[in-house]
C-alpha cells in the first residue's frame, strides 16, 4: 500500500511544478528568463516526474511511460539552458523543452482530475470516452499556441544564459 505521505507530498510537489512553470511560461513570452524560478521548475517537475515511480504498482501504467518521456524531455531542457547556454537552436530546443514538460505536468492534472473528480469521473470512467479526450484535446492546443509564442517571444539578450540572469 503507497504511504499517504508520499501521496501527498508526490501531489504538492506536482502542483507546485505547475504553478511554476506558469511562472516560466510567462517569462518565455516577456524574454525574461527567471533564472531563480525556471531552476525551481526543472527541479519540481524533474521530482513529481521520478516520485510517480515510488508508487507500488504490478505493471507499467501509462502515468509511467509518462513520467519516462517527461524525465528524457527535462534532461534534454537543463542540457539546452545550462551546458549550452541557449547558444543557437538550443534556446528554441529549451523553450519547446519547458513547454512539453509543463504541457506532461498539465496532461496529468487532467487525467488525475477524470479520475478523483466524481463528476468527471462520471462524464469518463475509463479516459477513453470524448469528454476525457475533448478536455485534452482543448489543452493540448493552447499549450501548442503557448508554445508557439513561447519560442517566437523568448530572446534574452545576447541569447545566453549569463547575460540573460544578468537582466
Request: aromatic content about 12%; glycine content about 8%.
Amino acid at each position: 500500500m503507497d504511504s499517504p505521505a508520499l501521496l501527498y507530498s508526490h501531489t504538492a510537489i506536482s502542483l507546485v511544478a505547475i504553478l511554476l512553470g506558469f511562472v516560466v511560461l510567462y517569462g518565455l513570452w516577456t524574454a525574461n528568463r527567471m533564472a531563480g524560478t525556471t531552476l525551481w521548475f526543472l527541479v519540481t517537475t524533474i521530482l513529481t516526474s521520478a516520485t510517480g515511480y515510488l508508487f507500488q504498482r504490478d505493471h507499467v501504467l501509462p502515468s509511467h511511460i509518462v513520467g519516462g518521456i517527461a524525465l528524457v524531455v527535462a534532461a534534454i531542457t537543463c542540457f539546452a539552458l545550462y551546458a549550452n547556454k541557449l547558444r543557437g537552436i538550443w534556446r528554441t530546443v529549451y523553450v519547446a523543452g519547458a513547454v512539453i514538460s509543463l504541457y506532461l505536468n498539465v496532461f496529468v492534472l487532467v487525467a488525475q482530475l477524470f479520475l478523483k473528480v466524481p463528476a468527471l469521473n462520471a462524464l469518463a470512467p475509463t479516459g477513453t470516452e470524448p469528454p476525457f479526450a475533448v478536455a485534452q484535446g482543448i489543452v493540448f492546443v493552447l499549450f501548442l499556441v503557448a508554445g508557439f509564442y513561447a519560442v517566437k517571444r523568448f530572446h534574452p539578450i545576447g541569447g545566453s544564459v549569463a547575460v540573460a540572469a544578468a537582466r
